[in-house]
């Protein structure tokens, strides 16, 4: 079955360190995967896309197949990258999004 | 990124009440989605919409869930008969594209 498992419920990290949000999808054809940001008491929002594999806010993911990865990386953590994060997969043949259980990221000052 | 608007932002039933939810409409748009997470779980998704019709439902949405565009623009998410069990929050989602989804606020449902 196909599924996304984000291994981590919550991150923290202190301001200026490396972050790195974890993604592992299940499925055999080619995905499609995204990452949402969900800022406290807001929308889901679209974050990256891996078919732009554009950089936003300084996030950027690589989809590695090999290991069925897709994980979040942003060099230098800000306070205002808090939020939840949560992966997403898109199958062949469906609409429908497949999302993982989120990860709570906590910038500390 | 395309707004997308939901009412209302909270909503309280009675089990066994039928609620109607709501996605304020956006031109251009011809994908449509329902999905809910309930507390302290994941995201799920219920039904998708396009041409008027429903392309794909889980599980989750059984003969309990309807969607409609009533009038060619809002886009609901009816539950007939609601149980304990669907209080979530419920989020519509619109794209243009295939894979382009946008999300609303949400509405969240207590049902009592």
């Known amino acids: 079955a196909q599924r996304v498992t984000q291994p981590e419920k919550l991150l923290s990290v202190f301001k200026g360190a490396p972050v790195e949000l974890k993604c592992n999808y299940s499925?055999?054809?080619?995905?499609?995967l995204f990452w949402y940001v969900q800022y406290s008491r807001q929308r889901l929002q679209l974050l990256l896309r891996h078919i732009s594999r554009e950089s936003i806010k300084g996030f950027t993911a690589d989809l590695n197949k090999g290991e069925t990865s897709f994980h979040l990386k942003k060099p230098f953590a800000q306070e205002e990258d808090s939020a939840m994060y949560y992966c997403a997969l898109s199958t062949s043949g469906t609409y429908k999004y497949i999302f993982g259980t989120g990860t709570r990221l906590k910038v500390l000052a | 990124e395309p707004e997308v608007t939901q009412t209302p932002s909270h909503q309280v039933t009675q089990m066994g009440q039928e609620v109607i939810l709501r996605c304020v409409p956006i031109?251009?748009?011809?994908?449509f989605y329902w999905y809910r997470q309930i507390l302290g779980q994941k995201v799920e998704f219920l039904v998708s919409?396009?041409?008027?019709?429903?392309?794909?439902k889980s599980e989750i949405f059984d003969d309990q869930f309807s969607v409609e565009r009533p009038d060619g623009s809002n886009f609901t998410l009816k539950i007939r008969s609601t149980k304990l069990e669907d209080s979530a929050m419920y989020f519509c989602a619109r794209g243009s594209a295939r894979y382009e989804q946008y999300f609303g606020p949400g509405t969240r449902l207590t049902v009592t």
């Open positions: 499925y055999s054809g080619s995905p499609e």
């Open positions: 031109s251009n748009h011809l994908y």
């Open positions: 919409f396009y041409n008027n019709e429903i392309s794909e």
